[in-house]
């Protein structure tokens, strides 16, 4: 038998939570407070966006109220989260 096989019901388990926690998405939720190149920069910076992908989620942000600017595992999302918090912005993972 291949070593890549799952052996043990902790094994199945790890891989389970790993699949799942990439279904994460990291939630920008609008506020009367920022600006629009406030919310631009700090996707560009935290994000990695391109700044035409990070103008549409302002966009997108400002008339629905919330937009998804991330999706990864929660250890990947939760700084980011926290850098968008630190930064002023209303951000949750989901």
């Known amino acids: ?3 890549t096989l799952i052996k043990t019901r902790e094994e199945v388990d790890e891989l389970l939570d790993s699949l799942l926690d990439e279904g994460n998405q990291l ?4 506020d009367d407070v920022n600006t629009f ?3 631009i920069k700090a996707l560009v910076e935290v ?3 391109h700044p035409q992908q990070a103008e549409q989620c302002s966009l997108i942000i400002h008339f629905k109220g919330k937009c998804s600017v991330k999706h990864g595992s929660m250890d990947e999302l939760r700084p980011k989260k926290d850098a968008l918090s630190e930064r002023g912005l ?3 993972i989901e």
Request: with cysteine.
């Open 1 to 3: 038998m291949p070593d």
């Open 27 to 30: 939630i920008l939720h609008n």
């Open 37 to 39: 190149d406030w919310v």
């Open 90 to 92: 209303s951000a949750t």
């Open 47 to 49: 994000c990695e966006h």
